[in-house]
């Protein structure tokens, strides 16, 4: 199609089309197709897919990484037509396109947390200097921004649940050497494979709280996890009054995706599964085991010591979880080489991107060192 994008109808750049949040936003974009135009599609390597949601939806660029390297995702980030962004790759890949974007004033629909837990103030910095707007996909952070949307101040608490991952209930040992066919079993959610292992070690639990630090802006004294395996509550927003909001839904990615493309207004929907408290039955709660799942305790650790720390943890939970896909190692290894990793770390304070691309490129290295 010639030209810009009509008038009232929103440009969607959608990096990572090809995954599992990639292809929720397109199922939820076809329902919407009269409010937004897809204008750039982008993937690492699966040629087959891309090529199948480029004939559908005709954006004016598309690419693999693989084949057009890392600025590809910058060149979607910022295309003149793409409104929203949503960044929907994996790990620290997702880094440069989220400040690209944000620089350029456009809206981030953030569903890459690597690159808050990373570079979190530097992300911030870049949406107040460029007007760009991040805007959370996380189930739990859309539920706690759907909770104080519309609410100024007085947030005082927050409690994001999880669902405990397929190993809430395993004895430690057997969790230790759990195959990569039980870590990717994941009770609640279909995602994909690093965030599902991320899950069942609960690294993403921590990648959750050290996100949610960066968005909503509290100290992490005020933020608290809870096991809650139904996953219909997705998070609670306390207020200093002591008054609790949650936000409730089945488990499906759709409505976050589309609360972060329309926040903060709300569009109809028809795809949602509607709520029905019957079908949910009981909604149960109880505390992490922080002394089984460690890598957990690790990243929380490194959010409060702040600095490198969070790249460093994330670049080595990112290493380890590699080699436990490829087989490399037992699923109780990524946690200690999380551990390893981090042990060895002097945190540095972080005031410009090559102190976190060193402090990433260090861990990396550190973690290989360690799995050698
Ligand atoms: N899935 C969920 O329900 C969910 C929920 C909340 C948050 N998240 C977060 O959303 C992000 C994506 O998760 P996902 O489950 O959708 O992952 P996924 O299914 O593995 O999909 C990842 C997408 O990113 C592309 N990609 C992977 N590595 C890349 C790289 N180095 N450079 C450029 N593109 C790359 C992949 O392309 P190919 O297909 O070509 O490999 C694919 O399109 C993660 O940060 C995750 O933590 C996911």
């Given at each position: 199609?010639?030209?810009?994008?009509?008038r009232?109808?929103?440009g969607?750049?959608i990096?990572?089309?090809?995954?599992?949040?990639g292809?929720s936003?397109?199922q939820?974009l076809?329902?919407?197709r009269e409010?937004f135009?897809?204008?750039?599609?982008?993937?690492?390597?699966?040629?087959?897919?891309?090529?199948?949601?480029?004939r559908?939806?005709?954006?004016?660029l598309?690419?693999?990484?693989?084949?057009?390297?890392?600025d590809?995702?910058?060149?979607?980030?910022?295309?003149?037509?793409a409104d929203i962004?949503?960044n929907?790759?994996?790990?620290?890949?997702?880094?440069?396109?989220?400040?690209a974007?944000l620089?350029?004033?456009?809206?981030v629909a953030?569903a890459?947390?690597?690159t808050?837990v990373?570079?979190?103030?530097?992300?911030?910095?870049?949406?107040?200097e460029g007007?760009?707007e991040?805007?959370?996909?996380?189930s739990e952070?859309?539920?706690?921004?759907?909770?104080v949307?519309?609410?100024?101040?007085?947030?005082?608490r927050?409690?994001?649940t999880?669902?405990g991952?397929?190993?809430?209930e395993w004895?430690?040992?057997?969790?230790?050497?759990a195959t990569?066919a039980?870590?990717?079993?994941?009770?609640t959610?279909q995602?994909?494979?690093k965030v599902?292992?991320?899950?069942a070690?609960?690294?993403?639990?921590?990648l959750e709280?050290?996100?949610?630090?960066?968005?909503?802006?509290l100290?992490?004294?005020g933020l608290?996890v809870?096991?809650?395996?139904?996953?219909?509550?997705h998070?609670?927003?306390?207020f200093?009054d002591?008054?609790v909001?949650?936000q409730?839904?089945f488990p499906?990615?759709?409505?976050?995706?589309?609360y972060?493309f329309?926040?903060?207004?709300r569009?109809?929907d028809?795809?949602?599964?509607r709520?029905?408290?019957?079908?949910?039955?009981?909604?149960?709660?109880?505390?992490v085991?922080?002394?089984?799942?460690?890598?957990?305790r690790?990243g929380v650790e490194?959010?409060?010591?702040?600095?490198?720390?969070?790249a460093v943890f994330n670049?080595?939970?990112e290493?380890?979880v590699?080699?436990?896909l490829a087989?490399?190692?037992?699923?109780?290894?990524?946690?200690?080489?999380?551990?390893?990793?981090?042990?060895?770390?002097?945190v540095?304070?972080?005031?410009?991107?090559d102190?976190?691309?060193?402090?990433?490129?260090?861990?990396?290295?550190?973690a290989h060192?360690v799995?050698?």
């Amino acid at each position: 199609m010639p030209g810009g994008t009509p008038r009232g109808v929103r440009g969607v750049a959608i990096l990572g089309s090809t995954g599992s949040i990639g292809k929720s936003a397109l199922q939820v974009l076809a329902r919407q197709r009269e409010r937004f135009r897809v204008v750039a599609l982008t993937a690492r390597d699966n040629r087959e897919a891309l090529d199948r949601q480029v004939r559908e939806w005709q954006p004016r660029l598309s690419g693999l990484v693989a084949e057009r390297g890392p600025d590809l995702l910058v060149e979607a980030a910022t295309h003149p037509d793409a409104d929203i962004v949503l960044n929907a790759v994996v790990g620290a890949a997702g880094l440069d396109a989220t400040l690209a974007a944000l620089r350029a004033g456009k809206r981030v629909a953030l569903a890459n947390k690597e690159t808050l837990v990373m570079a979190g103030d530097l992300v911030r910095q870049a949406s107040v200097e460029g007007g760009g707007e991040l805007v959370p996909v996380d189930s739990e952070h859309s539920a706690v921004l759907q909770c104080v949307a519309g609410r100024e101040g007085g947030l005082a608490r927050l409690i994001l649940t999880a669902s405990g991952g397929p190993f809430r209930e395993w004895e430690p040992a057997r969790i230790r050497g759990a195959t990569v066919a039980e870590a990717l079993n994941h009770p609640t959610w279909q995602m994909g494979s690093k965030v599902t292992v991320d899950s069942a070690t609960l690294a993403n639990k921590a990648l959750e709280v050290i996100e949610a630090h960066y968005l909503f802006q509290l100290p992490y004294a005020g933020l608290e996890v809870v096991v809650h395996p139904q996953s219909i509550i997705h998070a609670f927003a306390e207020f200093c009054d002591g008054s609790v909001i949650a936000q409730l839904g089945f488990p499906s990615m759709e409505l976050p995706i589309l609360y972060a493309f329309t926040h903060p207004e709300r569009l109809p929907d028809s795809g949602v599964r509607r709520f029905d408290p019957v079908a949910v039955g009981a909604m149960t709660f109880e505390p992490v085991r922080t002394e089984v799942f460690r890598a957990f305790r690790a990243g929380v650790e490194a959010g409060r010591a702040g600095g490198t720390a969070p790249a460093v943890f994330n670049a080595a939970n990112e290493v380890a979880v590699a080699a436990f896909l490829a087989g490399g190692i037992a699923f109780g290894r990524i946690a200690e080489v999380i551990e390893q990793v981090l042990d060895v770390h002097r945190v540095e304070p972080v005031r410009e991107l090559d102190t976190v691309r060193a402090a990433d490129r260090w861990a990396r290295e550190h973690a290989h060192e360690v799995l050698a």
